[in-house]
């Protein structure tokens, strides 16, 4: 009797271990390891950028203020990053609140109601939400080019903590988030052209007219501390940009491979157009100037990666690199400092390629169809350079007016370097 109980208790406890290890796997099921493994590599690969960023923009400024450069877009590793966490996610894919001007969900609070979370497209949500905290980072470290070497880094930090509360996650809420009236319009914006690099390039000049020029510009000369850093840092941007486009897909099927493959094109076309524009132009073609050309290119597909075929990337990319290379020259004659040409590239190249793309889209399309994703883009399009300008200005004459937003004549003349961090990039004499 006593054995046909304990078979009866193990008959059970196997049916209970049993059906434990049935719901884990279950469980385990509703994760799609491929696309989960490919997200992951995009998170990591968007993450990369901001190195990236560093090193492009550290090797352009002077020696005396290559680290203070630096800083800019690492400090952003650290301050968007909290932020994205505590609020930034939920206020960019929560519930539409106060008309729709940005989003809240109280489980995005601190992620604490994502933790055992999967989205639809079968990744945990974790993964979803710390992809999109990386555009969060590289944002408001792409301004920085705009005001290099003349601003504050206390009143820097500052800036972009409450330029991303106030801006950055409005926008990506408009565009990205499933509620969001932007996106309800249809407005087309697969990984950032209007939600990154147009709001970066327009609050960087903004930013850069009211500061005004560095001290010395354009009379004293200002030479690049390191165009071998430059170059190393637009590779990796480069690299970097496959999981900023083809990981926007979310997915890893067809239009991830759609997307990667325009990402390639258009940087290449970018750069190759940059590189014959100059030896016609000037007679030479210079390193920065290829790097150059690839940044135009690069952004002009963030928008247009997902419903371009190689051909229109070619087209986004050559034609990037021509309007931003004439935008640098008006720079010039105009004589705005705008130090790393943050709007030059990031800005005009954003502008190009969300306008653009509607005349490369794949498939068949009616004329009046093309018409109105034109009056969609374009709408969309002042409305971020309508709102991160004046958000921006706002934000700049407060800090100026309290704390100060430029450095004093006796911290820029010292360099960023010396004068924030009191440290020096280089062994030898700050020039």
């Known amino acids: 009797m006593k054995n046909s109980k304990f078979k009866l208790l193990g008959i059970v406890l196997l049916l209970l271990i049993g059906g434990t290890k049935s719901l884990f796997a279950q469980e385990a099921a509703e994760v799609d390891t491929g696309i989960t493994a490919w ?21 352009l400024v002077r020696t005396k203020n290559v680290l203070g450069t630096m800083m800019h877009s690492f400090v952003a590793m650290g301050v968007m990053a909290v932020l994205w966490v505590i609020v930034g996610y939920s206020m960019s894919f929560g519930k539409s609140v106060l008309g ?11 992620l604490r109601g994502i933790d ?44 972009i903590a409450v330029w991303g509360i106030v801006v950055y996650n409005p926008l990506c809420h408009w565009v990205w988030a499933s509620d969001g009236f932007l996106y309800n319009m249809g407005a087309i914006d697969y990984a950032g052209g209007t939600v990154v690099h147009i709001s970066a390039g327009i609050s960087g000049l903004v930013a850069a007219l009211y500061l005004g020029v560095r001290r010395g510009h354009p009379k004293t000369a200002m030479p690049p501390s390191n165009l071998v850093m430059t170059m190393m840092g637009a590779g990796l941007l480069w690299v970097g940009w496959f999981g900023f486009n ?7 099927n067809l239009s991830t491979a759609q997307a990667l493959t325009a990402t390639q094109a258009a940087a290449a076309a970018g750069a190759l157009m940059w590189m014959l524009i100059e030896g016609f132009h000037q007679g030479k ?20 990666a997902g419903v371009v075929q190689p051909a229109g990337a070619l087209a986004l990319g050559a034609l990037a690199s021509t309007v931003c290379y004439l935008a640098i020259m008006a720079k010039n004659k105009l004589g705005y400092d705008d130090s790393l040409d943050a709007f030059g590239v990031h800005g005009v190249g954003g502008i190009v390629g969300a306008i653009s793309l509607v005349f490369f889209m794949r498939g068949e399309h009616s004329f009046s169809e ?22 921006t200005l706002i934000l700049v004459i407060i800090l100026d007016k309290t704390i100060g937003f430029r450095s004093s004549e006796k911290d820029e003349m010292k360099g960023l370097d010396a004068s924030y961090h009191g440290e020096h990039g280089y062994g030898m004499l700050n020039l």
């Open 39 to 59: 997200m992951l590599t995009s998170t990591a690969l968007v993450l990369l950028m901001i190195p990236g960023l560093a090193m492009f923009y550290g090797g």
């Open 100 to 110: 729709g001007w940005f989003g809240w969900d109280s489980n995005f609070f601190l």
């Open 116 to 159: 055992n979370s999967i989205t639809e497209a079968g990744i945990p949500e974790y993964v979803f939400s710390m992809f999109q905290g990386k555009f969060a980072i590289i944002t408001p470290a792409l301004i920085a080019g705009a005001f290099a070497e003349r601003v504050s880094f206390k009143a820097y930090v500052l800036f």
């Open 246 to 252: 083809a990981g926007s897909s979310v997915n890893s």
């Open 285 to 304: 073609a210079t390193a920065l100037g290829f790097a150059s050309g690839i940044l135009a290119g690069l952004v002009a597909v963030t928008p247009a």
């Open 370 to 391: 093309i018409m109105n994703q034109l009056g969609i883009q374009s709408l969309a399009v002042v409305l971020a350079i309508v709102y991160a300008a004046v958000l």
